[in-house]
């Protein structure tokens, strides 16, 4: 009878084992596909079609490790930049704060780079032009060129890995007709205060489109956090004059480069992850209550009242996605994941950006601002 007992233990350990064997392979697979996925180094010409990390010297992320960028060569002669989100520092506490508010190294983003608007899915209109993906590990809305010292070291030189990164990259783009530049969350950011700049590098394209997915912080000290903490180039610190980073930004591409440049806004209306960075500005408390959502609510409605009149022609598309049930805040960011969900008016956001890639500017859900669902 003991024999017995104890050969079957013996099997039920042995099948246990077997459970944690393969619940560890499928988390290491699982792993190897999402945070630990890494593409190959670029050597040489580049495959088409094929994702690679691309190496450049004197580049580096916030914590002073290595920082690369990422490439994919299409078939077509268009081009897409890139930029990822992750958080921002805003003053010098928020730098020594790290990865409490900003992504500081390259942990986890290759992946990134596959999904929504980069996929290889049929429906992406997108899927043959070549990307320059720009991750973000700098905390400066890749903006910035110097060096915080304080308690730790603190690199914030986004500014300086993009434009060497785009640079190196370029020759094996030749001459491109078409220009998409996008990015989320403090992607998004970054987009509205690079895109002049990206423009400047890519002379050959006519064909140029602008898209802010998901970036809205009101703050005073926009002007001074550029030129001080992050020490961002004159000509990108020199446009911020009030609150509205974004805005100001975009306004003064317009400004600028007038109708040869399609601008478009997307954001959810009431975006739980930067109602409560906006909840640290206000009050030093990172929060999100129905309450924030209803001031991130408003203060959307006002910044899209702001494009609309600074920027006749104007592509604005808000949309709501994972709305919580009794707060109604949404889901933060789109073009990284849900960008070919039909979320609003039966478009979705990827349909709405190639629609205005090929001169059809559209708006979709500006009534939620005022109705919510």
């Known amino acids: 009878m003991k024999q017995k007992k104890h050969r079957k233990a013996k099997k039920v350990l042995l099948i246990l084992a077997c459970v944690i064997v393969i619940l560890a392979v499928g988390v290491f697979v699982l792993l190897k596909l999402t945070f630990l996925k890494s593409f190959p180094k670029l050597k040489g010409e580049p495959e088409i079609g094929k994702w690679y990390e691309v190496a450049v010297e004197g580049t580096q992320s916030s914590d002073g490790s290595e920082w690369h960028g990422i490439f994919k060569k299409g078939t077509e002669n268009k081009v897409v ?54 991750p973000y590990a700098t905390g400066d809305f890749h903006s910035g060129t110097g060096t915080y010292e304080g308690k730790k070291t603190v690199y914030h030189t986004g500014y300086s890995n993009y434009a060497a990164f785009v640079e190196q990259i370029k020759p094996y783009l030749g001459e491109p007709d078409t220009l998409l530049v996008t990015g989320f969350s403090a992607g998004g950011f970054a987009t509205s205060l690079l895109a002049d700049d990206v423009i400047d590098r890519f002379p050959s394209a006519r064909n140029i489109t602008v898209c802010v997915d998901s970036s809205l912080l009101l703050y005073d000290g926009w002007h001074e956090t550029a030129v001080n903490l992050w020490q961002s180039p004159k000509e990108i610190s020199d446009r911020l004059v009030t609150d509205n980073l974004v805005l100001d930004s975009l306004t003064a591409l317009h400004e600028k480069r007038g109708d040869s440049v399609k601008i478009l806004f997307d954001c959810s209306y009431r975006d739980d992850t930067l109602m409560q960075y906006q909840s640290y500005i206000n009050t030093g408390k990172m929060d999100k209550t129905k309450a924030l959502g209803d001031q991130f609510q408003a203060d959307l409605t006002k910044m899209v009242a702001g494009l609309q009149e600074n920027i006749p022609g104007v592509g604005i598309y808000i949309w709501s996605h994972a709305e919580d049930a009794e707060t109604h805040n949404t889901q933060h960011t789109i073009i990284s994941s849900n960008v070919f969900d039909k979320l609003e008016d039966g478009v979705s956001v990827a349909d709405w950006i190639y629609a205005a890639v090929n001169g059809d500017v559209q708006s979709h859900g500006i009534a939620l601002l005022e109705n919510g669902r």
């Not at 790290?98 to 209109?125: H, L, R, W």
């Open 81 to 134: 930049v890139y930029f990822f989100g992750g958080g921002v520092s805003i003053t010098p506490e928020t730098s020594e704060g790290g990865n409490k508010f900003y992504a500081t190294n390259m942990t986890g983003q290759d992946f990134v780079a596959e999904g929504g608007i980069g996929s290889n899915a049929e429906n992406n209109p997108f899927k043959d032009w070549s990307f320059i993906v720009i």
